[in-house]
């Protein structure tokens, strides 16, 4: 087998969390895994969509959000989501393990290794980067706008926001689907409504360090919740563990009733937005800093 420098002669390289190399002369992108048994956050979403009306697949919309780590045997790589919905939050390995074990886990990706350097291997990402993270023709069958398939041929890496940084990889193609007979609100929004060329967006995220407290959740708080079953729970307990959907804030006073963060949240407007809908989110928003 080559080495990584050896496949990777000519290629364009975006050195970050998970190193990229972009070759141009084959469209491909290729992917150096060096984390193995690492989990780290996959989050996917839909940067350009089809257009704001019923169908509901709309700019920016964010996909799903999982908990996937790398595993490799011989030549096959592995992308595994963890199902986290069934755990024994225990010291126990024994029990951690027999849990672990009763519930399928998802592999999303098998990929083959082309080349390695000691404990890294690369392998070409292309098709996977390429394929319909988002379920665009499940919606649009769902909505009865037509049944649709990706055309590979029309698809492509969207290299403007394929970018690498230290702690996420960012990674952009378009897409293109393809049907027949499509309904009324795809015509609507579509130049071609036998085509429907959109773009998708997959990061690679490192997770946070340790230390985050979980707050249970209380359905008397004006909070989102997330659950999941504890298995090593004490038969005189509800298996079912709930806990709010929260943000990381650590005050930089611990003994202060009230105190800044350390790290304060940090919200993002849209560029686009124009005035004075623009002052108006801000003056939104910077009500909760009171």
Do not use: C
């Amino acid at each position: 087998m080559p080495t990584i420098a050896e496949k990777t002669a000519g290629t364009a390289k975006l050195p970050g969390y998970f190193n990229l190399y972009w070759d141009a002369k084959q469209g491909k992108l290729w992917l150096e895994v060096d984390k193995w048994g690492t989990e780290f956050l996959y989050q996917s979403g839909l940067p350009a969509g089809i257009g704001s009306n019923d169908i509901g697949l709309d700019r920016g919309q964010l996909g799903a959000t999982r908990i996937v780590r790398f595993d490799r045997s011989g030549p096959k790589v592995l992308l595994i989501q963890e199902n986290l919905e069934y755990r024994a939050v225990s010291q126990d390995p024994d029990e951690r393990r027999a849990v672990h074990d009763s519930f399928a886990e998802s592999a999303l990706w098998g990929f083959t290794a082309a080349a390695e350097e000691k404990d890294r291997a690369l392998v070409d990402a292309t098709d996977f980067f390429l394929r319909d993270a988002h379920h665009v023709p499940e919606a649009l069958r769902r909505t009865k706008q037509g049944v649709y398939r990706l055309d590979l041929s029309r698809s492509a890496i969207y290299l403007p926001r394929t970018k690498n940084f230290p702690l996420n990889t960012e990674v952009e193609a378009t897409l293109t689907f393809t049907g027949d007979e499509p309904g009324p609100w795809v015509r609507q929004v579509t130049p071609s409504a036998e085509a429907i060329t959109v773009r998708e967006h997959h990061s690679f995220v490192q997770l946070p360090p340790a230390g985050y407290k979980p707050r249970e959740y209380d359905p008397r708080a004006s909070f989102f919740g997330i659950q999941y079953m504890d298995y090593a729970t004490p038969i005189s307990e509800p298996i079912v563990k709930r806990f709010i959907a929260r943000h990381r804030l650590e005050k930089k006073d611990p003994k202060a009733a009230t105190s800044e963060p350390v790290e304060p949240i940090v919200y993002y407007l849209d560029r686009g937005a124009p005035e004075p809908i623009r002052s108006a989110l801000l003056a939104g928003a910077r009500w909760w800093n009171q």
